[in-house]
T-cell receptor, first 112, second 114 residues
Framework: RKEVEQDPGPFNVPEGATVAFNCTYSNSASQSFFWYRQDCRKEPKLLMSVYSSGNEDGRFTAQLNRASQYISLLIRDSKLSDSATYLCVLRQGSGGYQKVTFGTGTKLQVIP | IAGITQAPTSQILAAGRRMTLRCTQD?????MYWYRQDLGLGLRLIHY???????GKGEVPDGYSVSRANTDDFPLTLASAVPSQTSVYFC?????????????FGSGTRLTVV
């Protein structure tokens, strides 16, 4: 089983729709979780961290479910500019070398 | 503008040639990283450096070497390029170790080895 699994998509949604992605992970020792956004042929950029209690940033909501070992990203009122690939990222360990694992990403295409 | 600069942006390289990918940051971040990104495989760590003067191996270090002579620069060298090293290479930095502080990525180098 892969350490991190994401549905590659693409998710094709109309403007204004709500869309959600999940990311499952296999190592229960994973400590920190993040969502990154990557536009086509560009570098990844941090979208938001994911906290145990869930967190929201404008139209974006991130959730963590440790019992079922997945994180989710909800995007409300989708904009054309939300079209991108969304990477989930996990961190394990503390001090010294911390292992960071990137998912392969879920592609979102918002359609006019 | 503060950030990470990578050079070159893209390169076509003959197999067997040596090449150094440059990475410079002006944020005074302690930790720096080199990743490669291949379709269907996601980002994989090649080498990292937690602070100037130290380096470590990541997930896929074979065929690559790095140095960290100062805080700002973290070059990646391919001693003798092979076609399997065709990839997009991203340099990244973080204020502290690991992902606690989030990563800032450079814009990448697209390398094709023929």
């Amino acid at each position: 089983r892969k350490e991190v699994e994401q549905d590659p998509g693409p998710f094709n949604v109309p403007e204004g729709a709500t869309v959600a992605f999940n990311c499952t992970y296999s190592n229960s020792a994973s400590q920190s979780f993040f969502w990154y956004r990557q536009d086509c042929r560009k570098e990844p950029k941090l979208l938001m961290s994911v906290y145990s209690s869930g967190n929201e940033d404008g139209r974006f909501t991130a959730q963590l479910n440790r019992a079922s070992q997945y994180i989710s990203l909800l995007i409300r009122d989708s904009k054309l500019s939300d079209s991108a690939t969304y990477l989930c990222v996990l961190r394990q360990g503390s001090g010294g070398y911390q292992k960071v694992t990137f998912g392969t990403g879920t592609k979102l295409q918002v359609i006019p | 503008i503060a950030g990470i600069t990578q050079a070159p942006t893209s390169q076509i390289l003959a197999a067997g040639r040596r090449m150094t990918l440059r990475c410079t940051q002006d944020m005074r971040h302690n930790a720096m990283y080199w990743y490669r990104q291949d379709l269907g495989l996601g980002l994989r760590l090649i080498h990292y450096s937690n602070t100037a003067g130290t380096t470590g191996k990541g997930e896929v270090p074979d065929g690559y070497s790095v140095s960290r002579a100062n805080t700002d620069d973290f070059p990646l060298t391919l001693a003798s390029a092979v076609p399997s090293q065709t990839s997009v290479y991203f340099c990244a930095s973080s204020e502290g170790q690991g992902m606690r502080y989030g990563y800032t990525f450079g814009s990448g180098t697209r390398l094709t080895v023929v």
